[in-house]
């Protein structure tokens, strides 16, 4: 601090806790314009122009706490006008403030011009260089030397060529090719620069001195005072040790693409990767086996136009979940046929971005299996109609609706006539297939809306909706139904070389209510069967 105020002409003196000017010498009041009456009459921050205030308060509250400091600031004058001083306050003993100042000056360059650009250049890390038409050296700084050119002298290469350079040191390794490789490069960029005339960026590359190097240069072109164009001028930056750290930085990323790409398909899952737009930006190998999609066709596809119609609603509100929980989805082939999928889906990051990953089983053939077991738990082994059990479970369902609605429906006890000695006289395997050929009919003569089940043995169940509240018509109805049955299940059966005829009694019971159980049903149905078959069978009977 005392090194500047040795040079400070003007001098205030503040009050600590008001700001207000106490003292001033005879050269400030001048300075300013002001007589030191009317400057007493002011506060400091009333000398100090407006957009310097805050900043002068600031430096003021560390002087008041008993630091020195220097601020520069411009301070009004009487006329109007401003001129910057550079404040330099001093607490002293917390009762007063100095204020010492002198007039702003730029700082002086201590040497000249060119002598310090040449001083920046040499010891710059980049190489500078400029070159006549004939691709000469008309400078050249020491990074450029040492660097490329071989030599510590920056005024050795004055009037010499790359190829010159390159020339000398291929010569002093004849038995390397690759030694110097540099030269023709740099001097062919030179020659695109005149033709031109346009500042250009290159990336130069080569050996220099045996070594591979990489350059980041620029290049303009050189006029002269007159503005004739006299040759090149450039600037290059070494980033070999960039380029090998570029390479390292790809090389490990191949690597980890490689590894990525064995992981995902090594996985017997087929795995899809969606954007933040929810369109496929990568997948393995079973995702081109399960749903059929080439490479192109699967790039951008869109996540739901995998889903069938039924399921996009699904597939809509589980990409959007971070829960990974397992779901059943019905997805689509490019065929156009559906399959049933496990789907597993989680969002991760991918290369700094979230992603949302679909890990996909098709579980169509284990779907089949489920079918096949649950078919065959439901369903007679012979006949393929659905077992007793099942029309038991069945018939629960009917029987609630029915309490709903009030609508009659018919219960019919199906056994056929003349069964017993055909099978024992003819053998199981006609039995069995005569059989089958019975139920077959069965289901031909009724609707897709009615059941029919093997009861056991030659005895069949079935269940009539008549959807008719009056008896009398639901009777009627069921009564045409039964007719159709008989005359289907009379003609003549076909097996093997043998023409077999059989019959059937039927027994029927209505219902449209609750009331009675399915077990008394059956019964009341099964009596009104005999009572058929006491009339001789070939008939139905309604039990009243």
């Given at each position: 601090m005392e090194y500047?105020?040795?040079?400070?002409?003007?001098?205030?003196?503040?009050?600590?806790?008001?700001?207000?000017?106490?003292?001033?010498?005879?050269?400030y009041a001048k300075l300013v314009g002001?007589?030191?009456?009317?400057?007493?009459?002011?506060?400091?921050?009333?000398?100090?122009?407006?957009?310097?205030?805050?900043?002068?308060?600031?430096?003021?509250?560390?002087?008041?706490?008993?630091?020195?400091?220097?601020?520069?600031?411009?301070?009004?004058?009487?006329?109007?006008?401003?001129?910057?001083?550079?404040?330099?306050?001093?607490?002293?003993?917390?009762?007063?403030?100095?204020?010492?100042?002198?007039?702003?000056?730029?700082?002086?360059?201590?040497?000249?011009?060119?002598?310090?650009?040449?001083?920046?250049?040499?010891?710059?890390?980049?190489?500078?260089?400029?070159?006549?038409?004939?691709?000469?050296?008309?400078?050249?700084?020491?990074?450029?030397?040492?660097?490329?050119?071989?030599?510590?002298?920056?005024?050795?290469?004055i009037g010499k060529t790359d190829i010159f350079y390159a020339l000398k040191e291929m010569a002093s390794h004849p038995d390397n090719p690759n030694w110097y490789t540099i030269g023709e490069m740099r001097q062919n960029s030179d020659e695109i620069v005149i033709k031109h005339l346009t500042p250009m960026h290159f990336e130069e590359h080569g050996r220099v001195r045996g070594k591979e190097i990489f350059l980041d240069v620029h290049k303009a072109p050189l006029y002269n005072c007159d503005g004739v164009l006299i040759g090149t001028v450039g600037i290059g930056r070494d980033i070999t040790l960039q380029k090998e750290f570029e390479t390292k930085v790809e090389e490990e990323q191949l690597k980890k693409a490689e590894l990525?790409?064995?992981?995902?398909?090594?996985?017997?899952?087929?795995?899809?990767?969606?954007?933040?737009?929810?369109?496929?930006?990568?997948?393995?190998?079973?995702?081109?086996?399960?749903?059929?999609?080439?490479?192109?066709?699967?790039?951008?596809?869109?996540?739901?136009?995998?889903?069938?119609?039924?399921?996009?609603e699904l597939i809509r509100e589980r990409i959007k979940k971070s829960d990974a929980t397992p779901y059943e989805v019905l997805l689509k082939r490019k065929d156009g046929s559906a399959f049933w999928a496990l789907v597993r889906g989680?969002?991760?990051?991918?290369?700094?971005?979230?992603?949302?990953?679909?890990?996909?089983?098709?579980?169509?053939?284990?779907?089949?299996?489920?079918?096949?077991?649950?078919?065959?738990?439901?369903?007679?082994?012979?006949?393929?109609?659905?077992?007793?059990?099942?029309?038991?479970?069945?018939?629960?369902?009917?029987?609630?609706?029915?309490?709903?609605?009030?609508?009659?429906?018919?219960?019919?006890?199906i056994d056929l006539d003349r069964f017993k000695p055909i099978n024992d006289t003819m053998g199981h395997n006609i039995g069995d297939q005569l059989l089958q050929l019975v139920a077959q009919r069965l289901q031909s003569s009724l609707r897709k809306s009615d059941l029919i089940s093997r009861f056991g043995g030659d005895e069949f169940l079935a269940l009539i909706a008549t959807e008719t509240t009056d008896r009398e018509d639901a009777k009627r109805r069921i009564g045409m139904i039964s007719e159709k049955i008989l005359r289907n299940l009379r003609s003549p059966y076909q097996i093997e070389d043998k023409s077999i005829v059989i019959g059937a009694s039927i027994g029927i019971t209505l219902f449209n209510s609750s009331e009675r159980d399915l077990n008394q049903l059956i019964l009341d149905a099964d009596a009104a069967m005999y009572d058929a078959k006491k009339e001789g069978g070939n008939r139905y009977s309604f039990h009243e």
């Open positions: 500047f105020l040795k040079d400070c002409k003007y001098q205030i003196v503040i009050h600590p806790e008001d700001g207000k000017i106490i003292k001033c010498n005879d050269a002001y007589t030191k009456e009317e400057i007493y009459e002011q506060a400091v921050l009333e000398r100090i122009a407006v957009e310097n205030t805050i900043m002068f308060i600031e430096v003021l509250e560390d002087v008041v706490a008993g630091t020195k400091a220097m601020v520069t600031a411009d301070h009004n004058c009487k006329d109007g006008s401003v001129i910057r001083l550079d404040n330099y306050l001093i607490s002293r003993r917390h009762s007063y403030i100095e204020v010492w100042m002198k007039e702003n000056q730029p700082p002086v360059l201590p040497i000249q011009r060119r002598r310090l650009l040449d001083m920046i250049i040499d010891y710059a890390p980049d190489m500078f260089w400029a070159k006549d038409l004939q691709g000469r050296y008309l400078f050249t700084n020491k990074a450029l030397c040492e660097k490329l050119l071989g030599t510590h002298d920056v005024r050795e290469p990525f790409e064995s992981l995902l398909n090594s996985t017997i899952e087929g795995l899809l990767i969606f954007d933040e737009k929810q369109k496929c930006i990568h997948y393995n190998q079973p995702i081109k086996e399960i749903f059929g999609y080439s490479d192109e066709e699967l790039w951008q596809k869109d996540a739901i136009s995998f889903a069938t119609d039924t399921s996009r989680k969002f991760m990051k991918l290369e700094g971005k979230e992603v949302k990953v679909w890990a996909i089983v098709d579980i169509s053939p284990l779907k089949e299996k489920e079918r096949a077991i649950t078919f065959q738990a439901e369903h007679d082994p012979l006949t393929n109609l659905i077992n007793r059990r099942h029309f038991f479970r069945i018939f629960e369902s009917v029987l609630e609706k029915t309490d709903r609605n009030r609508q009659y429906k018919g219960l019919l006890f």
